[in-house]
């Protein structure tokens, strides 16, 4: 069994950045994949950023160019490296494993972006 456990989110400035990070206990078999999703209320989680588990990235078009994915099973991390934050990027960030067919989800972790 794998948990998932995210940390880094918080309050920042627009024009800010941050690094969320989401570490995993358990074995991650392969294939896997390793993502970020993001929620706001209201609305349907959505596909932010992820990794394979060939190193292969997607980024979405709201985040590409701002934001960097990186981890894998070797560290049982992934984390996600997000510049020029804007309001708009605010919502609650879970981290999503799926190994082999099972999928793990992180609790969440709210980030805010506001002056």
């Known amino acids: 069994q794998v948990q998932l456990v995210e940390s880094g989110g918080g309050l920042v400035q627009p024009g800010g950045s941050l690094r969320l990070s989401c570490t995993a206990s358990?074995?991650?078999?392969?294939?896997?994949?390793m993502g970020w999703y993001r929620q706001t209320p209201g609305n349907e989680r959505e596909l932010v950023a992820f990794?394979?588990?060939?190193?292969?990235?997607y980024y979405v078009d709201a985040v590409k160019g701002r934001a960097s994915i990186s981890g894998g099973s070797a560290t049982n991390t992934v984390d996600l490296q997000m510049n020029n934050l804007k309001p708009e990027d605010t919502a609650v960030y879970y981290c999503?494993?799926?190994?082999?067919?099972?999928?793990?989800w992180g609790q969440g972790i709210q980030v805010t972006v506001s002056s």
């Open positions: 999503r494993v799926v190994a082999r067919t099972t999928v793990y």
């Open positions: 358990g074995t991650i078999f392969s294939p896997y994949v």
């Open positions: 990794i394979t588990d060939s190193t292969r990235t």
